[in-house]
């Protein structure tokens, strides 16, 4: 073998590293973007659950004030 022919082996080898070493780089990125992408599902559960419990108590609201005017027209029919 001659030193061109090992120096262009040693070149091969060295951008294989380098290649390699790319790859593992883009690899530990798509886990931190797969990582915030849970963060973010994760965020949009509590949201709709917020959402779920402001709505609860819109409806908990409406049901309090309508109950009592339905008892005062159910007493006043039977008072007439």
């Known amino acids: ?7 262009l082996s ?9 290649a390699m070493a790319l790859l593992v780089d883009t690899l530990a990125l798509l ?3 797969l990582a915030l992408l849970v963060d973010t599902l994760a ?3 509590d949201a709709l659950a ?10 908990k609201r409406f049901v309090c004030t309508l109950v009592p ?12």
């Open 10 to 18: 040693v070149d091969t080898l060295a951008l294989l590293v380098d």
């Open 43 to 45: 965020l949009s559960v």
């Open 1 to 7: 073998m001659s030193v061109d022919t090992l120096a």
């Open 31 to 33: 886990v931190d973007a």
């Open 50 to 59: 917020l959402l779920v419990d402001a709505m609860a108590l819109q409806v």
């Open 69 to 80: 005017i339905q008892r005062g027209t159910v007493l006043r029919s039977k008072i007439s």
